[in-house]
């Protein structure tokens, strides 16, 4: 499929927290209850038709382990959208929330504007083993001016959504962007350019 713009998001958050598992709901429709940790990067792509345009989605799943760190900061560094997963049963992936944004803030590529970045509240049809409130997370998310949105991969709640609403976002300010500083975004995509402008 053709597309007028390539945006570029990646996953971050601690292992098994469900990153992979959201990835292959939103792109292939598939939930997988056993799920081998990531080894370093996945990928995948969805075409979204955002006001006028087609954008090529490209999402990297990255690697929750301290070992794959310095390997997973080179593909965050230039994203144009950020999806900071936590498990809503397991409060230690929630606590690590800060150091991931933390990364993200002294990682960041000059080149890109500070990228949408929304948190992810994953498994939440596991309500009778929730560890973390939503009023919680909702208000740690509005003091760190991020989106925020609970999500189940498993029953395919609110996936769609999860993306969709920062690439629109994304989207609209990189139009923004490119207008003040005619900076074409598909140059801004490769997770080690240093400079698009």
């Known amino acids: 499929m053709s597309h007028n713009t390539l ?102 590529d000059d080149s890109v504007p500070f990228p949408v970045i929304i948190l992810v509240g994953n498994k939440c049809e596991e309500k009778y083993r929730r560890q973390v409130s939503l009023e919680e997370a909702n208000i740690f998310a509005n003091n760190n001016n991020i989106l925020f949105m609970e999500a189940s991969a498993k029953n395919d709640i609110n996936v769609d959504e999860i993306f969709m609403q920062p690439a629109i976002l994304a989207t609209r300010l990189w139009k923004n962007v490119s207008k003040r500083k005619s900076c074409d975004l598909n140059d801004c995509i490769e997770p080690k350019k240093e400079s698009c402008c």
């Not at 606590?95 to 990682?107: A, C, H, V, Y």
């Open 7 to 108: 945006l570029k998001c990646t996953i971050l958050g601690d292992t098994s927290v469900g990153k992979s598992c959201l990835l292959l709901r939103y792109t292939d429709n598939q939930f997988v209850h056993t799920h081998d940790a990531t080894v370093g990067i996945e990928f995948g792509i969805k075409h979204l038709q955002i006001d006028d345009q087609i954008i090529k989605l490209q999402i990297w799943d990255t690697a929750g382990q301290e070992s794959f760190l310095s390997i997973v900061r080179s593909y965050y560094r230039a994203s144009a959208i950020i999806v900071l997963v936590y498990d809503i049963t397991q409060r230690s992936t929630y606590q690590r929330i800060p150091f991931w944004l933390d990364e993200i803030k002294k990682s960041i």
